[in-house]
């Protein structure tokens, strides 16, 4: 969605992601929408994000009903989603499986848009919530954000390779910058560590567009334990 106004708004720019509602993973029946009217002042918008690099196929339940119907894996992302607003309860647990291994209860507010993303190890899984809101990127700008998910990595810093002065520096596991204005056009980028000279990602031909959000995430681990291959690797993401 290409916007015209400076303000500060609920990131909807992509509704028509959340309308196609990447379904093969998600039913919108099961996100507690049945019995209310569905308009703006009842719903918020959900999008959830499974950055736990050595957690195995997941359910979640919203209020005790079950969200998904096929399991919840590593990097999944549902786009938005609705949800009614109020204090809504999410819990995380393995796939056809009991054991609860994250439960937490989120305030939704009406007409808002929230990322929320399972993080860490699994024997101490996190779940992290953003509210998605900035300005509206000026004419010919995008707008992103970085968001570190890497559990075991040192600071991060993400550049492009013809620019002098990084985008985002020292961002560390679990931090997530504010949305930036860049000129929307594509970019090399690179990942490196000012600890840690071992670490250079390269993210190849990134076009972001004109108008549109986006969150660059940074996900696995930067030493993978004994049988994983989850390394330390990027995505991103539209909002």
């Keep these: ?27 919108l029946s099961s ?43 590593y990097t999944n992302y549902t786009g938005y989603l609705r949800f009614i607003v109020g204090s809504r309860n999410f ?25 929320i993303f399972t993080v860490g190890e699994y024997s101490d899984m996190k779940v992290l919530k953003l509210e998605d809101t900035s300005e509206a990127p000026g004419e010919g700008k995008a707008m992103v954000r970085l968001v570190n998910l890497s559990p075991d990595a040192p600071a991060l810093v993400v550049s492009a390779n013809d620019q002098s002065d990084p985008i985002f520096t020292s961002s560390n596991f ?21 600890d840690d000279s071992s670490i250079q ?14 969150t660059i995430i940074l996900r696995g681990y930067h030493v993978p334990p004994a049988g994983n291959n989850n390394t330390l690797s990027a995505q991103i993401i539209v909002n």
């Design 91 to 115: 819990k995380f647990t393995p796939a056809n499986a009991n054991n609860i291994v994250a439960d937490t209860t989120l305030a939704l507010g009406a007409g808002r848009t929230y990322s």
């Design 31 to 73: 996100c507690s929408m049945d019995d209310v009217d569905n308009t703006p002042e009842n719903v918020a918008y959900v999008s959830l994000y499974q950055a736990s690099p050595n957690a195995p196929a997941m359910d979640i339940s919203v209020d005790n009903r079950q969200l998904n119907y096929y399991p919840f894996e």
């Design 174 to 194: 679990m931090d997530a910058s504010d949305f930036k204005e860049l000129t929307a056009s594509e970019y090399d980028l690179i990942v490196t560590s000012p």
């Design 201 to 214: 990602l390269n993210v190849p031909d990134i076009k972001f567009q004109n108008g549109y959000y986006y």
């Design 1 to 27: 969605m290409k916007l015209n106004a400076k303000q500060e708004i609920p990131l909807k720019g992509m509704i028509r992601s959340m309308l196609t509602l990447i379904a093969t993973v998600f039913i």
